[in-house]
Each structure stands twice: as C-alpha cells, then as structure tokens.
C-alpha cells in the first residue's frame, strides 16, 4: 500500500500564493493519476484538480486560472501552485493517488490532509 503526505499548508492573505505538495512513500510505484481534493468546514470535499501520467490536467473550475497542479513522475510526486487565494480556498486538502498493482488492477489512496487558511 503506497502512502501519501502532504506538505506545504498554512495561513495565507487573500490574494497571495501558497504551494502544496503530495509524496508518495514509494517512488518506484505505478501510478496513473494523482490529483487533489479539499474539504471546507460544513461542506462535502470536492475535487480540486488532477493529473494524469501523460500530463493531461483538470480543474475545477472555481480555481482554474488560479491553481496549477503539476508533477514529478520520477519522484511520484505532485504539487499544487494555488494563487490569488480567495477566502473561500480555505480547507482542508488531500493528496490523491491511483496506483497500479499490475496491469489489471489498481487503488486509491489518499494522504492525512494540509490545512490551508485564507484570511482578509
């Protein structure tokens, strides 16, 4: 079972830059897509954004045009570039990843969480 940990979370002013990123405890993992969802006080976690292996990404689209996620695949690594945080960023953010145990079948997992904190 990969692990994954988060890094980078804290407290920002609204309209600042904070970077997030998401190791994987096995470097030599085949992973296909790992991607990162946050959860706000009261509400339901949401996707956020991802990236699949071959670089393709997705957004959200209350952060695109804010938020770049990117990747280190030798590392199983992914990071989230978040600019001109908005007050409603604040959350909770998970690392997500899908592994592959073969060419079969695969998994999900998800890391502990980084809180970040937007303020006025």
């Known amino acids: 079972q990969v692990q994954l940990v988060e890094s980078g979370g804290g407290l920002v002013q609204a309209g600042g830059s904070l970077r997030l990123s998401c190791a994987a405890s096995?470097?030599?993992?085949?992973?296909?897509?790992m991607g990162w969802y946050r959860q706000a006080p009261g509400k339901q976690r949401e996707l956020v954004a991802t990236?699949?292996?071959?670089?393709?990404?997705n957004y959200a689209d209350s952060v695109k045009g804010r938020f770049t996620i990117s990747s280190n695949t030798a590392k199983n690594t992914v990071y989230l570039q978040m600019s001109r945080l908005k007050l409603e960023d604040t959350a909770v953010y998970y690392c997500?990843?899908?592994?592959?145990?073969?060419?079969?079948?695969?998994?999900?997992?998800w890391g502990q969480g980084t809180q970040v904190t937007v303020s006025s």
């Open positions: 997500n990843a899908d592994v592959r145990r073969n060419f079969y079948q695969g998994y999900k997992t």
């Open positions: 096995d470097s030599t993992a085949s992973i296909n897509a």
């Open positions: 990236i699949i292996s071959g670089g393709s990404t």
